[in-house]
């Protein structure tokens, strides 16, 4: 049957319009932010990032109009006319404008990511949209199956509203094994991370061993082969993928820290995103003069060999290597100066001090030596608990501080320093 | 009559579907869950917002359980029975959620009994043009308040008429003139053939 | 009683043409086969004579009685290319709708409803469901559905369609019992092969026009001279429509 013939005999067609609004309406109210957000775009996050809460919708729509589909072809009474084709092919033939339309919900949002942050795609970062489109179209074969059993007036509500909501709350409980097998991939990639191999075979296992148990009903194999090859399946499947993501908390295993690096400079050498080369010197410059002033009062005893930017590693902690130094550097430098993150990796006080007082009218001080000066919402917008009368206080003694000469100041920060340390005790 | 009956399912389905509600507003009385939102993060929706469409979906399979063909070259008043059989099936679910109201105080029952008659009535009134596929109009509805219907976690938009608290008069009459607008369709395009 | 056309004119949207236009006819006594090419208003005709709707201009109606009054439906049945099945309904029970549909009592229709099943050799199957019908019992299923209230007046539309010759033949064999009754039966087909000697008239349509209508015997006359006698039928179709 030709393409276009396909799609007009189709029940997928008068949800297209729909579901191509849906995508993007998505996009430019959801999956955008995203994606405009970050301050350098990386494939697997462009991939991910922009259908991160498609799947669910996606999958609905796929199983409710494949029940459509399997409900047209009973009553145009293809099966009773005995086709030549196979069955395989026949319920293919029907399904493909079904799976189309769900995989544009997939792909209309990640080409307009591309589009608006041209980023070349690597080998790792499309798994998150293979993900979509392999359970999209598992779910428009388990449709289908019940589409041709049930009447489409039960089915397609019943499928639509059941599999919205069971995808929707897997991300939302306990345990929380069961949110990297439902097939809704919500905590995706972000810079410097990418979907491992495991994560993606434990969210596709369960749905398509499903889809493949209930495919297994369209066989001419006997039926108490089916029932056990298919519940054998349903079983494995599920149980292999358990047996994958066990162990995981809320985040899906990921590949984090493998982003290509361009480095300047000496001591510390100043290491960002080959993405972001053009921003280096710049960051070099700011991260070598703020070094300066930081040994110059002794807050920073030694200069690390190495300054590197800390997103690379994801929502991962990086490896600890001596002399090397993990700063938001490019967050930091898209908000105006990389001195800010800089500071709040740097002014440590050597022990288990906490007062977050003493540490921020170290970080003022020392700000206001390199050019930044934050303001009061700016601190009140991290701790909700700060008062202007704290923040009125904490600048006074910045000024006063500020004016005594260089050796009274590094003695000032040794005291404070001392002082928290011994409240920590 | 009794073959009318037969023939519509009423039994069958429409009894299933009423003791499906009678069973949902028994048990998902304050339950919520956090489903998707595309407007806002952390919202959760009450499990009774899908409960409308059994009733919904039900009493479709009812009504397109017939002889299309049959029934319009037919002396018998088919038309004036099915809109017997929907204000049935909604006097039923009524009662139920009344009944649930009286036992519970709780204003999810009056909510369940307002969606119902807001979304049959959409579902008649779609299924006046395009006949089976009305409950997928029905069940869109659905999906499009939890997807995008929220204004904050805990508010809707007031076009939002099923995610609305009772209290919003709007709603309730947008159910009454959807459920009006639904039985007059019906009624009005029952002579026309699928 | 004897279905009327008169002076009828309809038209499937008002912006459109009009697909029939001052047409006459009148159903004559027995089996008569409704012949023309698709789009010649055959199904039209039938859906107009069976009030499934109405003409703008002009009149249906059996003996006098119009196809927008109740009356007319208790004399005239009507079945269409696909049957219904009611697939929780067993054969009997749809049957039975269908007699109480057209004004019989429930214990009236329930009796009824074998003698009709019988007529079209399907009273083995009464008790089964009508979704385990193949597609030639479906459509026999629907001329017992239609002849149950013994209305005057039986219309097929396409009824032989898809069917094979035996199903055919068997098939016009019930329709010639049941015309034998006195019930006056018009069943359109646009394949010649539903033309047997047991049709006792033929009408052909094309473009919204009778191009013949009268006794079998003599529609086979417009064939031209020399045609082998096995492609009378189809010769006489060809030089009727084409003509």
Same mark, same amino acid.
């Given at each position: 049957m030709r393409f276009r013939a396909l799609f007009r005999s189709s029940a997928a067609l008068p949800i297209l319009p729909v579901a191509l609004a849906a995508a993007v309406f998505y996009y430019f109210v959801n999956g955008r932010d995203q994606v405009l957000y970050v301050p350098i775009a990386s494939a697997p996050m462009l991939v991910a990032a922009p259908v991160a809460t498609v799947y669910p919708v996606a999958y609905a729509l796929a199983a409710a109009t494949g029940a459509w589909q399997g409900a047209r072809l009973n009553r145009d009474g293809v099966w009773g006319i005995a086709p030549l084709r196979q069955s395989a092919t026949v319920i293919a033939t029907a399904l493909t404008p079904v799976v189309a339309m769900a995989w544009l919900m997939f792909l209309v949002p990640v080409v307009a990511a591309f589009v608006e942050r041209p980023t070349m795609p690597t080998w790792d970062s499309p798994q998150p949209l293979f993900l979509g489109l392999a359970l999209s179209a598992s779910w428009a074969v388990i449709g289908f199956t019940v589409g041709r059993n049930v009447s489409p007036i039960i089915a397609a509500p019943i499928l639509a509203c059941a599999v919205f909501y069971l995808v929707s709350v897997t991300v939302a409980v306990d345990p929380m094994f069961v949110r990297h097998m439902s097939g809704y991939y919500l905590d995706g990639p972000g810079f410097g991370e990418s979907a491992t191999i495991d994560s993606m075979v434990a969210q596709v296992l369960p749905t398509a061993g499903l889809a493949t148990a209930v495919a297994l009903l369209w066989?001419?194999?006997?039926?108490? =082969?089916?029932?056990?090859?298919?519940?054998?399946?349903?079983? =494995?499947?599920?149980?292999?993928?358990?047996?994958? =993501?066990?162990?995981?908390?809320?985040?899906?295993?990921?590949?984090?820290?493998? =982003?290509?690096?361009?480095?300047?400079?000496e001591r510390p050498k100043v290491c960002l995103p080959v993405q972001a080369g053009g921003d280096l010197d710049e960051v070099r410059r700011t991260v070598h003069s703020a070094y300066k002033v930081l040994t110059a009062y002794g807050v920073t005893t030694t200069v690390p060999e190495t300054v590197t930017e800390r997103s690379i590693y994801g929502r991962f902690d990086p490896p600890a290597i001596d002399g090397t130094r993990y700063v938001f550097l490019l967050q930091g430098h898209k908000n105006g100066s990389v001195v800010g993150p800089l500071l709040v990796e740097e002014v440590r006080f050597g022990c288990d001090a906490d007062d977050h007082l003493a540490y921020r009218v170290v970080q003022m001080w020392l700000g206001e030596k390199l050019g930044i000066t934050r303001t009061f919402e700016s601190y009140a917008g991290e701790d909700p608990y700060y008062t202007r009368k704290q923040h009125a206080d904490l600048m006074r003694t910045v000024a006063t501080v500020s004016a005594k000469p260089d050796p009274a100041q590094r003695k000032w920060f040794q005291r404070i320093k001392s002082k928290a340390c011994e409240d920590a005790k | 009559m009794i073959l009318w009956i037969r023939a519509r399912r009423v039994a069958a389905v429409l009894g299933t579907g009423l003791v499906l509600i009678a069973f949902a507003a028994a048990l998902f009385t304050d339950v919520s869950a956090p489903l998707v939102s595309w407007t806002v993060s952390h919202q959760t929706v009450p499990v009774l917002t899908f409960a409308p469409l059994i009733l919904a979906a039900t009493l479709a399979l009812c009504l397109e359980s017939r002889l299309p063909e049959?029934?319009?070259?037919?002396?018998?008043? @088919?038309?004036?029975?099915?809109?017997?059989?929907? $204000?049935?099936?909604?006097?039923?679910?009524?009662?139920?959620?009344?009944?649930? #109201?009286?036992?519970?105080?709780?204003?999810?029952?009056?909510?369940?009994?307002?969606?119902? @008659?807001?979304?049959?009535?959409?579902?008649?009134?779609?299924?006046?043009?395009?006949?089976?596929?009305?409950?997928?109009?029905?069940?869109?509805?659905?999906?499009?308040?939890?997807? @995008?219907?929220?204004? $904050?976690? $805990?508010?809707?938009?007031?076009?939002?008429?099923?995610g609305l608290p009772i209290g919003a008069w709007h709603a309730t009459i947008a159910a009454v003139v959807a459920i009006t607008?639904?039985?007059?369709?019906? #009624?009005?395009?029952?002579?026309?053939l699928p | 009683?004897?279905?009327?056309? +008169?002076?009828?004119? /309809?038209? /499937?949207? &008002?912006?459109?043409? +009009?697909? !029939?236009?001052?047409? +006459? /006819?009148? !159903?004559?006594?027995? !089996?008569?086969?409704?012949?023309? &090419?698709? *789009?010649?208003?055959?199904?039209?005709?039938? %859906? !107009?004579?069976?009030?499934?709707? /109405? &003409?703008?201009?002009?009149?249906?109606?059996? +003996? *006098?009685?119009?196809?927008?009054? %109740?009356?007319?439906? %208790?004399?005239?049945?009507?079945? &269409?290319?696909?049957?219904?099945?009611?697939?929780?309904?067993?054969? %009997?029970?749809?049957v039975s709708y269908t007699g109480w549909l057209k004004g019989m009592s429930r214990s009236e229709a329930w009796a009824a409803s074998l003698d009709a099943l019988a007529t079209v050799n399907l009273a083995d199957q009464a008790d089964h469901k009508t979704k385990t019908l193949s597609g030639g019992q479906l459509r026999r299923l629907g001329v017992a559905s239609a002849t149950i209230h013994r209305s005057s007046v039986l219309l097929l539309d396409e009824p032989t369609a898809g069917m094979d010759p035996t199903q055919r033949r068997t098939f016009r064999d019930i329709l010639t019992t049941i015309a034998d009754r006195g019930v006056k039966v018009l069943m359109s087909t646009h394949d010649v092969a539903d033309l047997a000697e047991d049709a006792t008239h033929v009408t052909v349509m094309s473009k919204g026009q009778i191009r013949y209508d009268g006794p079998t015997y003599d529609y086979l006359r417009n064939a031209p001279v020399g045609t082998p006698e096995s492609r009378l039928a189809e010769a006489a179709y060809t030089a009727l429509t084409l003509g």
């Open positions: 066989s001419r194999l006997p039926k108490l =082969v089916t029932l056990v090859t298919g519940g054998a399946l349903i079983l =494995v499947s599920t149980f292999a993928s358990y047996s994958i =993501v066990k162990d995981w908390d809320y985040n899906p295993s990921m590949n984090a820290g493998n =982003v290509p690096l361009t480095c300047a400079g | 049959a029934e319009l070259t037919s002396i018998r008043p @088919v038309p004036i029975l099915d809109t017997l059989l929907i $204000t049935t099936a909604l006097a039923g679910t009524l009662a139920i959620t009344g009944v649930g #109201y009286l036992l519970t105080h709780a204003d999810e029952a009056l909510v369940l009994a307002r969606n119902t @008659v807001f979304l049959t009535g959409l579902m008649l009134a779609a299924r006046s043009f395009t006949a089976r596929g009305g409950i997928v109009v029905a069940t869109g509805w659905v999906l499009v308040v939890i997807l @995008v219907g929220h204004r $904050t976690p $805990t508010e809707f938009f007031s076009w939002a008429v099923t607008l639904g039985v007059l369709l019906t #009624y009005l395009t029952a002579r026309k | 009683m004897t279905l009327h056309f +008169d002076n009828i004119s /309809y038209r /499937y949207r &008002p912006w459109r043409t +009009d697909v !029939l236009a001052g047409f +006459d /006819y009148e !159903l004559p006594d027995g !089996l008569t086969i409704l012949l023309g &090419p698709n *789009g010649a208003g055959k199904s039209t005709l039938l %859906r !107009l004579g069976a009030s499934v709707t /109405y &003409p703008r201009r002009g009149q249906v109606n059996v +003996d *006098g009685i119009s196809s927008k009054t %109740r009356e007319f439906r %208790r004399h005239v049945s009507w079945m &269409p290319q696909n049957v219904t099945a009611m697939t929780a309904l067993t054969a %009997r029970e749809q």
